[in-house]
């Protein structure tokens, strides 16, 4: 029985931004042709109404992404990522790592049920469900590595031949371009922006449907920003437009609030998810049939034993599951990949219009959506190509 020797986490380069990689090595890009839509887009979120901070989450959101190696008596590795820095990094390296130390090093049940009884005395969800997923995500990462095969194939297999990608951000263009199906954008207005942020959302969505025409489909995500009042009267107001959901309307704690939306709203398609954390809200949610679509993420929520369990309660309940981000990394590939109930993926698109996505990988080894179409990587573990040169370039 292998066991576990070593847990270790420490800072990386953030997890959402790629590099191109050629036999391991990073290289210099294709420069876009204009800049990103991230660069200075207006998104609405959870602080619109303080001004300062209205424009660009960067300039108030706590962030650093988090790498974990989980190290087997017999020296192979198992590599996870999170974010949040210091803090989740403490508690694998003080709390999770020391504990673990001498476990089953194929057990990930087992150890995933142990982090979470251990949290319990300070609460599993939050930052606690970060680091979780960190560990959790590297276990499943060296168990596959162990046993020579992907870790779809330990999930159960492919579930299709190809992964459904839809694209996120506001480049529309470039999305088309790159022969997605699907894209949504990302709302620039919230409950704070007043009456004005009712057209100008409208004027939005109305342009991009004329644009992408009817045949692709299209999505909001509305960021934390609305009260549900809004998010009502914003949705009626984008009827014609035929999104395939509204998305994150409202804070993620107020389960009463989301009820309220799914009563006034009966005809549109919800989704959210993104930042529950556990299966409880999940389940909460499925009972009362809150939602449509459920989106957590995988280095936030629990990993992929997380995400399995509260796979299990959504496919139960008739409830779709698709992953925020699934598609950016080799862990969203994989999971969603193995999971008939997972049927779509989400690509957020970074990088600036013309450069090509193989260009944005966050691991030398991972597959980009071709034609709005995805297949991962079929290397042992998650396939991350992560040599001691890869690894050693991803550190802060």
Not at 183 to 191: I, R, W
Not at 358 to 375: I, S, Y
Request: charged share 20%.
């Amino acid at each position: 029985m292998p066991k576990i020797k070593e847990i270790r986490a420490f800072r990386i380069k953030s997890e959402m931004t790629g590099a191109l990689y050629r036999d391991g090595v990073e290289q210099t890009g294709t420069p876009p042709r204009r800049s990103p839509w991230t660069k200075d887009a207006e998104v609405a979120g959870s602080m619109s109404n303080y001004a300062r901070f209205k424009k660009l989450r960067s300039t108030w959101r706590f962030d650093g992404a988090v790498g974990c190696l989980v190290t087997a008596d017999d020296g192979t590795t198992g590599f996870g990522i999170s974010r949040y820095g210091q803090p989740v990094i403490s508690l694998i390296n003080e709390h999770f790592g020391p504990l673990l130390i001498g476990e089953n090093a194929l057990a990930t049940d087992r150890l995933w049920d142990m982090m979470m009884r251990m949290s319990m005395p300070y609460g599993n969800t939050g930052l606690t469900s970060y680091a979780i997923s960190a560990v959790d995500l590297a276990l499943w990462d060296l168990k596959g590595k162990m046993l020579g095969v992907p870790v779809y194939e330990l999930a159960g297999g492919p579930a299709r031949e190809s992964q459904f990608c839809y694209a996120t951000g506001n480049d529309t263009d470039w999305h088309m371009e790159l022969g997605f199906k699907a894209t949504k954008l990302a709302c620039p207005y919230g409950t704070h922006d007043g009456l004005d942020a009712l057209h100008k959302n409208e004027e939005l969505v109305a342009k991009t449907r004329e644009f992408i025409g009817r045949d692709v489909e299209l999505m909001l995500d509305c960021w934390l920003a609305f009260d549900v009042e809004f998010a009502v009267r914003l949705a009626e107001r984008l009827r014609p437009y035929g999104l395939k959901w509204i998305e994150d309307c409202l804070v993620p704690e107020n389960l009463d609030g989301h009820e309220a939306l799914r009563r006034r709203l009966p005809w549109q398609t919800l989704a959210t998810g993104e930042h529950w954390y556990g299966p409880y809200p999940f389940a909460h949610a499925a009972a009362r049939q809150m939602v449509d679509v459920f989106q957590p993420d995988i280095a936030w929520v629990g990993g992929f034993t997380g995400c399995q369990r509260i796979n299990h309660i959504a496919e139960a309940a008739g409830i779709e599951v698709i992953l925020h981000a699934g598609m950016n990394t080799p862990y969203g590939q994989h999971f969603s990949f193995a999971n008939p109930n997972v049927r779509w993926g989400e690509y957020f698109v970074g990088g600036g219009p013309g450069t090509p996505l193989e260009e944005t990988v966050v691991f030398p080894g991972m597959a980009v959506p071709k034609d709005g179409r995805l297949v991962p990587n079929d290397a042992p573990g998650f396939g991350l190509g992560l040599t001691d040169e890869v690894l050693q370039r991803m550190l802060v």
